[in-house]
């Protein structure tokens, strides 16, 4: 079966630094998402992405974050530099269609930021 | 505010049991809910959802969730766990007509089952 990988499963950075954390999404899917999860609070959206631009984002995803689709497969996310706030779980996600289409999730990547 | 509240953190159940772990929301807008559920190292995996129609939805896995309106919850229930099912169960839902795609989650219920 079909599934979304991301990498790496757990990155360190120092605060201040760059980041970009990969997913691979299911292949043919349209609609890509990121969320993220602190540790003990709720799985929270970032962002979503269709047709090569963004769809929605919420009001984390500020002007530190970026998303893109570089090569028609990997969907990525960038941290221009990192704070200490944003060390959490990352999830990738992806649908066929957006809305009422079931979002397939990633395993995640732990970002631990030093 | 919209949110989802999961008043349980943590449900120790026997096996063979069963199980209701609560979702109640709060919405503005019409939603649609889901329930994820996610293995240890594993992704979020969808157990079911509630679009429009028949308010008892069957999922995955032998569960199944009643989306009450007059009282914002969607309840997920099984009749009988197994060892198999311990896991991290997320409520979830989306706004419609709020031109967000995004989903809206709880914090989660650590179902734990013993032998």
Redo the contacts between chains.
């Keep these: 079966e079909p599934e979304v990988t991301q990498t790496p499963s757990h990155q360190v950075t120092q605060m201040g630094q760059e980041v970009i954390l990969r997913c691979v999404p299911i292949s043919n899917h349209l609609y890509f998402y990121w969320y993220r999860q602190i540790l003990g609070q709720k799985v929270e959206f970032l962002v979503s992405f269709y047709n090569n631009e963004i769809s929605e984002k919420s009001e984390i995803f500020d002007d530190q974050f970026s998303v893109e689709r570089p090569d028609g497969s990997n969907f990525t996310l960038k941290i221009r530099s990192t704070k200490l706030e944003d060390s959490a779980m990352y999830f990738c996600a992806s649908g066929w269609t957006g809305v009422t289409d079931t979002q397939y999730f990633g395993p995640g990547t732990r970002l631990t930021v030093l | 505010a919209q949110s989802?509240t999961q008043l349980d953190s943590q449900v120790p159940v026997f096996e063979e049991a069963p199980v209701e772990l609560r979702c109640n929301y709060s919405s503005s807008v019409s939603v649609?809910l889901f329930w994820?559920v996610q293995y240890p190292?594993?992704?979020?995996?969808?157990l079911l959802?509630y679009?429009s129609g028949s308010t008892l939805v069957k999922g995955i896995n032998g569960f199944e969730a009643e989306f009450n309106k007059s009282q914002t919850s969607f309840h997920l229930r099984k009749p009988s766990v197994h060892i198999s099912d311990t896991a991290e169960y997320?409520c979830?839902f989306?706004s419609l007509g709020g031109?967000?795609?995004?989903?809206?989650?709880?914090?989660?219920t650590h179902l734990i089952i013993q032998p």
């Design positions: 989802v649609y994820y190292n594993q992704g979020l995996q969808l959802k679009l997320f979830a989306l031109g967000a795609d995004g989903l809206t989650f709880g914090k989660g």
